[in-house]
């Protein structure tokens, strides 16, 4: 899954994408505001992690202009200052959750992933879809009671369709959230993932909507 982070401290900024990348996401990491306005207005990310304080365009201005055109996406806020009244604009404004400076990374990906769970309707960590449930806290999947052994790419595909539950998700988007924008359009490796993760989960589980993409069924 994309996530795009928003950071001008590049020692925090790398940090943040070193931790989030060993947790099994592709990170877009931008320094200035006025890029994370764009990036965010047209791309698509499963959540974004925002600093307030950047250069050019301040991150509340960059959070209320996603919500006024639309974006839905969560979005963490970021900052060195612990003054409650800037805790409360950014609700305000539209973010989804808030840590102050400095923090643990270890419960900034936590909240993260609990977000994005949220944003995909899943309250718990376990995530069912039909026969096929998704542990997210270990990074597994269970079909009807067997555990299969998948590697990050095969999860990441499989939580991206668990988080569309009922709708099929187009090659290319997957490939987006999985490879990042740089490999986005290799959809033929998509193929080959689907063919790999079927022989493992086995029939009836990952449906091909032609022309559509590919849904998890959920009977």
Sequence with gaps: MRVLVVEDDP???????????????????VDAGDEAWFRGDTE?????????GLPRLDGLSVLRRWRESGRRFPVLILTARGDWTEKVE?????????MAKPFAMGELV???????????????????????????????????????????LEYRF????????????AAHEIA????????A???????????????KLGAGIIETRRGLGYMLADD
């Design 176 to 183: 987006e959230h999985i490879y990042g924008t740089a490999e």
């Design 44 to 52: 698509d990310y499963a959540a974004a992690i925002l600093d307030l």
């Design 110 to 152: 936590a909240r993260l992933r609990g977000l994005i769970r949220r944003a995909g309707g899943h309250l718990s960590s376990a995530i069912n879809v039909g026969r096929l449930s998704l542990d997210t806290g270990r990074v597994a999947a269970v079909v009807e009671g067997r555990t299969v052994r998948l590697s990050p």
């Design 11 to 29: 020692d925090v900024g790398e940090d943040l994408s070193r931790a989030l990348v060993d947790a099994g996401y592709v990170v877009e990491l």
């Design 185 to 199: 359009g290799d959809t033929n490796a998509i193929e080959a993932l689907v063919t790999r993760l079927r022989r």
């Design 90 to 98: 950014g609700i305000d404004a539209g973010a989804d959750d808030y």
């Design 158 to 169: 499989l939580e991206i369709l668990s988080h569309r539950p009922g709708q099929p998700v």
